[in-house]
């Protein structure tokens, strides 16, 4: 073997992603699985997360991340992972004078603050454990207004996170703990198959991405594999886009 090419072997690690069963969770579990980890697939949707653990040889979990003490609970039951994918999210497009509260809420409960309560309820063994690494999906929203929808509870949401990362990767570093973002652009999964469908959103999506096409979730799964495995070892507090090259313009 080339040196340092076995850097990339998950072999004998353990992953838990949220989210799991579908998209690029799905793709990501896939991946994790493929480079050698034996992976733990949680979702709110149980019957897909125990279709996709099936096809992966792993295991699944019902892990809802808006409940701290449902994630308490399992974290305690889990034991240190070595890789803690935060991938569950969810979308709600409409213009920012309109918005429900009761939207804003759940959009930001669940992608800013499902996110820092799997990390830190995941993230305590790993930290005691002195070892491990944690992977959020973020997304480009994080990083600009993407256009033509509006999807004002999404964008600061993803934003968060990426501060989130870069806090936690702080805190954590002395403990030999990483964490890490990585931000996605327009990826094929349901959570797009609404904007996919109206020509007028979808063909400014593809317009304003240079490689002018949606990412397939597999192309976003082996960033996560990279990040997640020894060959990342001096990468933290990073957010890494995975674009077609949207921010690029
Ligand atoms: N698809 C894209 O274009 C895109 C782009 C950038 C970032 N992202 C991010 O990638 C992540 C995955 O998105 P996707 O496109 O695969 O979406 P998806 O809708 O295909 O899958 C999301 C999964 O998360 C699960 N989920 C939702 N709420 C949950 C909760 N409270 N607890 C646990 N699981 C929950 C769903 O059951 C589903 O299995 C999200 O964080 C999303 O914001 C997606």
Excluded at 26 to 39: C, D, F, P, Y
Aim: with cysteine; proline share 4%.
């Amino acid at each position: 073997m080339v040196k340092g090419i076995d850097r990339f072997s998950l072999d004998g690690k353990r992953a838990l992603v949220t989210g799991g069963a579908n998209g690029i969770g799905k793709a990501i579990a896939a991946a994790l699985s493929a480079a050698g980890a034996r992976v733990i697939v949680s979702d709110l949707d149980d019957a897909a997360a125990r279709a996709t653990a099936a096809e992966l040889g792993g295991e699944a979990l019902h892990l809802d991340v808006t409940d701290p003490g449902g994630v308490e609970a399992v974290a305690a039951e889990t034991g240190a992972l070595d890789i803690l994918v935060n991938n569950a999210g969810i979308v709600h497009n409409g213009p920012a004078v309109e918005i429900a509260m009761e939207d804003w809420h759940r959009v930001l409960d669940v992608n800013l603050t499902g996110i820092f309560t799997t990390a830190r309820c995941f993230g305590r063994a790993m930290v005691a454990a002195g070892k491990g690494s944690v992977v959020s999906i973020s997304s480009i929203c994080g990083h600009v207004p993407v256009w033509p929808q509006p999807q004002i509870a999404y964008n600061a949401a993803k934003a968060g996170v990426n501060l989130l990362t870069k806090s936690l990767a702080a805190e954590w570093a002395a403990c030999g703990v990483r964490v890490n973002a990585i931000a996605p652009g327009y990826t094929a999964t349901d959570l797009t198959l609404a904007g996919r469908s109206k020509p007028e959103w979808f063909n400014v999506w593809l317009e304003r991405t240079p490689m002018g096409r949606l990412a397939d979730p597999d192309e976003i799964a082996g960033v996560a594999v990279f990040l997640a495995s020894d060959a990342a070892s001096y990468v933290t507090g990073t957010v890494l886009t995975v674009d077609g090259g949207y921010t690029a313009l």
